[in-house]
T-cell receptor, first 114, second 112 residues
Framework: AQSVTQLGSHVSVSEGALVLLRCNYS??????LFWYVQYPNQGLQLLLK??????LVKGINGFEAEFKKSETSFHLTKPSAHMSDAAEYFC????????????FGTGTRLTVIP | DTAVSQTPKYLVTQMGNDKSIKCEQN?????MYWYKQDSKKFLKIMFS???????INETVPNRFSPKSPDKAHLNLHINSLELGDSAVYFC???????????FGQGTRLTVV
């Protein structure tokens, strides 16, 4: 069975500060890993994903995430927060084979303080 | 052009009614999905469907049924609506090999 844990349902950072959103997964085999962003009253937009290869992946809007197998983690970072980054962020996993269903974490709401 | 589009965006209805949410994707994908986001923002898969297989999450009540008239559409029918069905429902699609899942804007269903 797969599961995703996002530590911290709310994270607040000052504009220009480092953003760090934590995600840990549980899976019998390393899954595919995703970060999605949801702006208020919007759908989900894919920020980045890890499937194979380089463990540091870069996404849109200056975000990146690093897959650490030993820690079963896939934390999302951005060096300098912008007001427009305020949103809900979801970490998700899917199996490498079989049905392509995403299993989501409970989300982290990012607030950016001016 | 919107890649995955859902209609309506908002739906308010009374308990016991039957309603449908439409979904269309113009990405040429072979798999479509319905996800439910509850009041606590938790997202959960309801169905995944391609032209070969419908996979139903076992927790979904049989009042919910997906209908696919063709590869680009997957509509969600809900019978005998209950208060607990109030949520945001997201349609999504992917090309199986690629495994990137693209989401629609969501339909906020409110049952009163």
């Amino acid at each position: 069975a797969q599961s995703v844990t996002q530590l911290g349902s709310h994270v607040s950072v000052s504009e220009g500060a480092l953003v760090l959103l934590r995600c840990n997964y549980s899976s019998s085999v390393p899954p595919y890993l995703f970060w999605y962003v949801q702006y208020p009253n919007q759908g989900l937009q894919l920020l980045l994903k890890y499937t194979t290869g380089a463990t540091l992946v870069k996404g849109i809007n200056g975000f990146e995430a690093e897959f650490k197998k030993s820690e079963t983690s896939f934390h999302l970072t951005k060096p300098s927060a912008h007001m427009s980054d305020a949103a809900e962020y979801f970490c998700a996993v899917s199996r490498r084979t079989g049905a392509n269903n995403l299993f989501f974490g409970t989300g982290t709401r990012l607030t950016v303080i001016p | 052009d919107t890649a995955v589009s859902q209609t309506p965006k908002y739906l308010v209805t009374q308990m016991g009614n039957d309603k449908s949410i439409k979904c269309e994707q113009n990405l040429g994908h072979d798999t479509m999905y319905w996800y439910k986001q509850d009041s606590k923002k938790f997202l959960k898969i309801m169905f995944s469907y391609n032209n070969k297989e419908l996979i139903i999450n076992e927790t979904v009540p049989n009042r919910f049924s997906p209908k696919s008239p063709d590869k680009a559409h997957l509509n969600l029918h809900i019978n005998s609506l209950e208060l607990g069905d109030s949520a945001v429902y997201f349609c999504a699609s992917s090309q199986d090999r690629d495994r990137d899942i693209f989401f629609g804007q969501g339909t906020r269903l409110t049952v009163v």
